[in-house]
């Protein structure tokens, strides 16, 4: 679903560093609007648009063929996907998924004005690799802790880093292993750890932290 083009009200920083190529090129491109729990591209679809995400949320993620998922990245207002970026440079296909998990406003630029604005705008190109960059190092980063990092210590990293000001994170054992590329039981063994050990409590649909500075020295791989 297409609405009318307003980039500008939701990326005024990136409108005053734009220069003239790139403002009419996203005046001239389509803005779309996705609800929640929307696929915005399955494995191995074609890639016909360059999207920056005006507004909302994209979760990227993989699946295997036991059908467990692990989270790649996520893309917030400003942000465009290092996987689509890729597959638009080398024509492609999409190895990975994305979806919506909330309601999403996204501004799409075709592949052959994208192609375009790459050669004839620094701007743009500064825009595109600078995303691809960011993005790329978090997939780095992900691969690292998956052959590496201990499953614990990485729990105690999720639990910190997405819980809400209470130090609560309501989330699904499941989610949580989707997140972290693992089984639901192998987290869940984990969490009840944690909790018989007095860190934390287990609540149904949530998980509150009760005391972070061990959830805190957990994650950087000290152990009590």
Sequence with gaps: MSKQNNWREFLPELEKSADDLVCKLFDASAVISLPENKTVFHKGDACSNYLIVLDGRVKVFTRAENGREISLYRLFAGDSCVLTTSCLFSNKNYPAEGKTETPVTALA????????????????????????????????????EVAFGKIDSRL???????????????????????????????????????ETKGYLIINRGNIKIIDRPAIQRISQGLYI
């Design 109 to 144: 630029i075709p592949a052959a004005q994208f192609n375009k604005a790459l050669q004839q705008s620094a701007t743009f190109r500064e825009i595109v690799f600078s995303a691809f960059s960011s993005h790329l190092s978090d997939l780095i980063t992900l691969v690292e």
């Design 156 to 194: 105690a990293k999720l639990l910190l880093h997405q819980c809400d000001e209470n130090d609560t994170l309501s989330s699904t054992h499941q989610n949580i292993a989707t997140e972290l590329g693992s089984a639901r039981e192998v987290i869940s063994r984990q969490l009840k750890d944690l």
